[in-house]
Every structure is written in structure tokens, then in C-alpha cells.
């Protein structure tokens, strides 16, 4: 599968760390030239960096996904940059505060349903305009595997992540005869600062993990090459699926 995104323009928000950061990763090697996006301008021009290290082209967007204003700009910075925009991984995401329904404040709620699936979709939306100008495109969200099950004390991220996947459907539906493909991923536990920060009231996490099917965390690269492939040509009959990638956690 050597550099089968030559010259494509691929934008990864939240790019700056973990799975994000990854994914950027992976599609420089490939060759494509990035658009890295993240909240936090450091760690985002330190992806860039890495990327031109492996001897491909990238630029830095600061964007916050929950806000429209960001998510326009960025787009059009990409293809004022590029010229175009073939892949978009909507990556970014917060776990927010982990609390029963009970105690959960709603400000925690709105924060986490702003930034994890208002973000999505108003990204989708700014990059769906761009993809139709151009006669096609490919786009993966990052969902979750609790976009499929639940968690106590995670309603928001719960709620958030199934809705991720609803709307990839939607997407899919409205697009797939533009030539636009939709897809997502879910994740189990990967080895990221999202879950180390992960600490109350859930001390036990670290054990749910190593009984686990797989025994361990998932590595962010093994996210990022399920990305890849959804977003290749090798794909191309691929939309509206949400790929789980999790090692075996759900079927247990
Ligand atoms: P991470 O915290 O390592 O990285 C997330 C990145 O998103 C950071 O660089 C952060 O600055 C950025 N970000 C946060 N809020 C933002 C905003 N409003 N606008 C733009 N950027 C913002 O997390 P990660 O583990 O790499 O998670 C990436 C995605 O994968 C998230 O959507 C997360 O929900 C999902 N996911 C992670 C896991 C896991 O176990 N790590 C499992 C399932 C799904």
C-alpha cells in the first residue's frame, strides 16, 4: 500500500496528540500532505514537524471544533492551502468528567456533546460543501466502542459517540451517490493521555483493561491504519459501516 495518497490533501482534527496525531502519521507516510488541526496551537506544530520528518508536507490550523467560525476557516484554509480536500478524519474529542446522572453537572454534558458530536457535525458539514465543489471525498469520525455500549458514569460521552455513529449513517445515505464516502471508527481503550486522565471514579479501569480479551491498550497506530484504509480506494464500496477496532472488547 505504499504511498497510495500521493499528492491527496487529508485534514485530522485534533491532531496534536494520540489517535489524531497518529492518523497525520500514517497519512504522511503514505504521502499525502496534512492539515493538522487541534485546539492546542504546541502540540499541533510539533505534528507538523514530525510529519515534515518523515519527508512530507503539512500545515497548522488552530480550530476548536465546537465552534462554526473555526470549522469554516479551517476548511477554507486547507484548500486555499492545497487546493482541495480528499480525506477528513473528524478526531477530536474529550472524555469530560466521569459522574453518575445523578451528579453529573450540565455543563459537563454540553461541553462534552459540543466538542464531541456538535464538532463532528459542523465539521462534516463545512467539509461536505467542499467534497461536492470538488466531485467527491472521503470522510471517517472518530467514535468509540462507547458509541456501541455503555459505561456508568460516561452519559455525555455515551450519548455523544452513538450519536457520532447516527449521524455517519445519515451522512453516508445523503452522499454516497456524490461520490462521498462516510465513515467511523470505534475504538476500545488506546493508549493515549485521554485515558491516563481517566482516573475517578473509575480506579478500576486499569483492571477492566488488562481482563480484557486483548489483555493490553490499543496502540494509536492501530487506529490510525484502520483510518487509512477506510479512507483509500480500496474502500470504495465502503460507507456508512462503523468499523470496530478494539480487540475483540465488545463481542466478549
Ligand atoms: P487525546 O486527548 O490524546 O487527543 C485529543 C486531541 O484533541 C488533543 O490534541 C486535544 O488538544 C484535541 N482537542 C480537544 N478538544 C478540542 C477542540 N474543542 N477542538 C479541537 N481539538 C480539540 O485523545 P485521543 O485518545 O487521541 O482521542 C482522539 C479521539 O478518539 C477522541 O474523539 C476520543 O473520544 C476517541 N477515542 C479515544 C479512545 C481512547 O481510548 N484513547 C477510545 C475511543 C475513542
Known amino acids: ?72 476557516a479551517l476548511v477554507e484554509a486547507a484548500v486555499k492551502a492545497y487546493g482541495a480536500l480528499d480525506c477528513a478524519v473528524n478526531n477530536a474529542g474529550i472524555e469530560g468528567e466521569v459522574l453518575p446522572i445523578a451528579d453529573n453537572p450540565v455543563e459537563n454534558w454540553e461541553r462534552v456533546l459540543r466538542i464531541n458530536l456538535t464538532g463532528v457535525w459542523l465539521s462534516m458539514k463545512y467539509e461536505i460543501r467542499q467534497m461536492l465543489k470538488q466531485g467527491g471525498g472521503a470522510i471517517v469520525n472518530m467514535a468509540s ?6 459505561f456508568p458514569g460516561a452519559s455525555p460521552y ?53 481482563m480484557s480479551p486483548a489483555g493490553r491498550k490499543g496502540r494509536p497506530d492501530e487506529i490510525a491504519e484502520a483510518v487509512i484504509w477506510l479512507c483509500s480506494d480500496k474502500a470504495s464500496f465502503v460507507s456508512g459501516h462503523t468499523l ?9
Do not use: W
Open 158 to 210: 455515551v450519548a455523544a459517540k452513538h450519536g457520532v455513529n447516527g449521524i455517519t449513517k445519515t451522512a453516508a445515505l445523503e452522499l454516497m451517490q456524490a461520490n462521498i464516502r462516510v465513515n467511523s471508527v470505534c475504538p476500545g481503550f488506546i493508549d493515549t493521555a485521554m485515558v491516563d486522565r481517566i482516573k475517578t471514579p473509575v480506579p478500576e479501569l486499569e483492571a477492566v483493561i488488562s
Open 1 to 72: 500500500m505504499a504511498e497510495q495518497f500521493d499528492g491527496k490533501v487529508a485534514l485530522v482534527t485534533g491532531s496534536g496528540n494520540g489517535i489524531g496525531r497518529a492518523t497525520a502519521l500514517a497519512f504522511a507516510r503514505e504521502k499525502a500532505r496534512i492539515v493538522v488541526s487541534d485546539i492546542d496551537a504546541e502540540a499541533g506544530e510539533e505534528t507538523v514537524r514530525m510529519i515534515q520528518g518523515l519527508g512530507s508536507e503539512a500545515i497548522f490550523v488552530k480550530a476548536d471544533v465546537g465552534e462554526e467560525s473555526d470549522i469554516r
Open 145 to 150: 466502542i462507547e458509541g456501541l455500549i455503555a
Open 244 to 252: 470496530t477496532v478494539d480487540g475483540a472488547y465488545v463481542v466478549q
